[in-house]
């Protein structure tokens, strides 16, 4: 069992910058991959980007590449998501996810067994 509470959101004005982080409780953190996900009301939930348990691939969204990084620190059980250059349509609930894996770099919704309760993010323009 995992369990992820997501922090850093808030409210920015946009080409504004914030870093998500996502803390997971136990000691097999560096099994999981890691996702950050978005859902705006009225939209489904959507990728944003995933990185693997190492940290050495990571994988985005073509509508945030260029501008997010996502990173992680498994000696710190937290995974990072840095947003910059962000625009209103970024504004969404985003939450994070893990998936027991040593292999594969899910993207969608439907491979992730564990979610965070997730953090508003909210750009003004």
């Known amino acids: 069992q995992v369990q992820l509470v997501e922090s850093g959101g808030g409210l920015v004005q946009a080409g504004g910058s914030l870093r998500l982080s996502c803390t997971a409780s136990g000691r097999t953190f560096k099994s999981y991959a890691m996702g950050w996900f978005r859902q705006a009301p009225g939209n489904e939930r959507e990728f944003v980007a995933a990185?693997?348990?190492?940290?050495?691939?990571?994988y985005y969204a073509n509508s945030v590449k260029g501008r997010f990084t996502i990173s992680r620190d498994n000696a710190k059980n937290t995974v990072y998501l840095q947003m910059n250059s962000l625009q209103p349509e970024d504004t969404a609930v985003y939450y994070c996810a893990a998936e027991a894996t040593l292999t594969r770099l899910p993207a969608r919704v439907s491979e992730y067994d564990y979610w965070g309760q997730g953090t508003q993010v909210t750009v003004s323009s």
């Open positions: 990185i693997s348990w190492s940290g050495g691939s990571t």
